[in-house]
């Protein structure tokens, strides 16, 4: 299978698959994390189709470690798992494991494969899905920081709690 037309599927379905989430959930903060997925994946997905018009026909070769690999948004993962999620820290936690398993696939495909110029383009789309990875664990780490925060109950330190963004007048 051509690893940029695996990628860009697995983009694709990525995209799908937020988009019906945001569609069917009420709830504002994880229509809000599912929304801004679908624009990541979107965003992915047209720098892997500039990463095969510029590639070399010499990288364009079919992986057979592909062949066998599950798209994890068609295959794995389950819709109603996802809704019944009640806050923002479970949608990034779930959306994390997620673009764990996506870096998984293509580290493992990679491990798997014997042309290096294959072997090569499978760990740039790896760290592509790794950069994306470490993104959502610095939203989360300043979406989760109150819960984490530790600081002396002195009326002088309130005004620190205005940087995580949770004022409530």
């Known amino acids: 299978m051509n690893v940029f037309d695996f990628a860009m599927d ?16 009420d709830n504002k903060g994880l229509k809000t994390i599912f929304t801004m ?19 070399q026909s010499t990288t364009m070769e079919d992986s057979r470690a592909l062949e066998y690999a599950e798209n994890v948004f068609e295959e794995v993962l389950d819709e109603s798992r996802a ?3 009640k806050n923002d820290l479970q949608a990034y ?3 994390m494991k997620v ?8 580290e493992d495909a990679a ?10 383009l499978l760990l740039r ?25 530790l600081a002396w109950g002195e009326f002088s330190n309130l005004d620190e709690f205005h940087n995580f963004g949770r004022d409530e007048d």
């Open 10 to 25: 697995i983009e694709r379905s990525g995209r799908q698959f937020y988009r019906r989430l945001a569609q069917k959930t």
């Open 37 to 55: 997925m679908a624009r990541d994946e979107d965003e992915l997905l047209r720098k892997f189709q500039a990463m095969k018009v510029s590639a």
């Open 83 to 85: 809704l019944h999620l």
């Open 93 to 95: 936690n779930y959306v």
């Open 99 to 106: 673009e764990e398993d996506l870096c998984r696939l293509y």
């Open 111 to 120: 491990a798997h494969e014997s042309d290096t110029g294959v072997r090569n």
């Open 125 to 149: 789309i790896a760290a592509e899905e790794h950069r994306e990875l470490k993104n959502l664990q610095k939203i989360y780490d300043f979406v989760n920081a109150p819960n984490e925060f």
